[in-house]
């Protein structure tokens, strides 16, 4: 690969993955350091091009890095700023922030959480949606599914 195409493949990525939490040139420099990885780690006799593997490589550290930063941010998220939440969040932001977190991580999956914590940051379903890669409806069936479990533990 040249460095024009190795450059423009970081910087397309780094566009689409892009959020207000998450800079895009963050991700540029996560994702030339994810590239340089791909070149020595690449394989020939898979059959891969450097340029598609390349490519896979990127792509899954920035869903690796919009996960985690997910995973971390939502319990700040949820303590420090729950009156700045954007959407409905019918659960009484006064209760007791351990014992939401506590329910959080001991009744729902890691994607569940995930994807609740980037809701209560503020992130629409499309959002979400393309940083999981799910539908608008599945994204709305897991808030609501999280919503409920919390309700029926406090």
Do not use: W
Request: glycine share 4%; charged share 35%; proline share 1%.
């Amino acid at each position: 690969m040249t460095e024009t195409e190795k450059e423009r493949l970081v910087t397309i990525l780094a566009r689409k993955y892009a959020t207000r939490t998450t800079t895009e040139s963050d991700l540029y420099q996560e994702g030339r350091l994810a590239l340089m990885k791909a070149e020595q780690t690449y394989r020939p006799e898979t059959g891969a091009t450097l340029q598609g593997y390349a490519y896979r490589v990127v792509e899954n550290r920035f869903r690796d890095i919009m996960r985690t930063k997910s995973t971390r941010s939502a319990a700040q998220t949820i303590e420090l700023k729950p009156e700045t939440c954007e959407h409905e969040y019918d659960i009484d932001t006064e209760m007791n922030l351990h014992e939401i977190k506590r329910i959080l991580a001991e009744k729902v999956s890691d994607i569940d959480r995930a994807i609740f914590n980037s809701y209560i940051e503020g992130f629409s379903y499309e959002e979400i949606g393309k940083i999981f890669e799910l539908s608008r409806k599945k994204i709305d069936n897991i808030v609501q599914k999280v919503k409920r479990k919390i309700k029926e533990h406090i």
